[in-house]
Nanobody, 132 residues
Framework: QVQLVESGGGLVQAGGSLRLSCSAS????????MGWFRQAPGKEREFVAA????????YVADSVKGRFTISRDNAKSTVYLQLNTLKPEDTAVYSC?????????????????????????WGQGTQVTVSS
């Protein structure tokens, strides 16, 4: 079955950086919008960023804009999330997800790709902990 496997999480001091990776298997990666979400303890899962099938368009949540960057390498079936200037409030489990978007609507407006229910496949997540 489809697998999404995240890596790159860890413990970092405030102001530091991490690069998360999500490797996909058993799906045609370039056919999917890819997203990153995060969930902190006691909170609901929160949208972080999304990227179009080709990688030409991205959308990032206001809470992380200017600090986080999403990118993808379709040849490697991998999506990345670069986390810079990390803050303690960024502490969460970060998960990647894949959205087939069969109607091809969200691909044209990535800001409509923020809801968790839109995504077909999910990874298990990787823990990011930012110390103050």
């Amino acid at each position: 079955q489809v697998q999404l496997v995240e890596s790159g999480g860890g413990l970092v001091q405030a102001g530091g950086s991490l690069r998360l990776s999500c490797s996909a298997s058993r799906l045609t990666f370039s056919n999917y919008i890819m997203g990153w979400f995060r969930q902190a303890p006691g909170k609901e899962r929160e949208f972080v960023a999304a990227i179009s099938r080709s990688g030409s368009s991205t959308y990032v949540a206001d809470s992380v804009k200017g600090r986080f960057t999403i990118s993808r390498d379709n040849a490697k079936s991998t999506v990345y999330l670069q986390l810079n200037t990390l803050k303690p409030e960024d502490t969460a489990v970060y998960s990647c997800a894949a959205d087939r978007d069969p109607s091809n609507i969200r691909s044209r407006r990535l800001e409509t790709s923020t809801a968790t229910a839109l995504y077909d496949y999910w990874g298990q997540g990787t823990q990011v902990t930012v110390s103050s």
